[in-house]
Nanobody
Framework: QVQLVESGGGLVQPGESLRLSCAAS????????MAWYRQVSEKQRELVAH???????IYLESVKGRFTISRDNAKNTVYLQMNSLKPEDTAVYYC?????WGQGTQVTVSS
């Protein structure tokens, strides 16, 4: 059974940082591309960052230079380091890989 479990969300002030983690189980993690998405209320879920099995990355334009996606294949974990957070980054963040979604973790950026 494939499972993705996110952690690391929370409430921060503008300009602060958070690191999200997504631990995978039930898959050969190293062969899969992984991604982080986010969703605000009923809006469409949008791709925030993607990392290939080889480590190549792509980012949503609005997070370039602030967010960094990385992976640790030894720990079956993908990370999203989020710096210089803005109120518009507030959303539920989801991990995705191997056609599976995590349960989501709330990130709220507010003063």
């Amino acid at each position: 059974q494939v499972q993705l479990v996110e952690s690391g969300g929370g409430l921060v002030q503008p300009g602060e940082s958070l690191r999200l983690s997504c631990a995978a189980s039930g898959i050969i993690f190293s062969i899969y591309a992984m991604a982080w998405y986010r969703q605000v209320s009923e809006k469409q879920r949008e791709l925030v960052a993607h990392i290939s099995s080889g480590g190549s990355t792509i980012y949503l334009e609005s997070v370039k230079g602030r967010f960094t996606i990385s992976r640790d294949n030894a720990k079956n974990t993908v990370y999203l380091q989020m710096n210089s957070l803005k109120p518009e980054d507030t959303a539920v963040y989801y991990c995705n890989g191997a056609s599976v979604w995590g349960q989501g973790t709330q990130v709220t950026v507010s003063s």
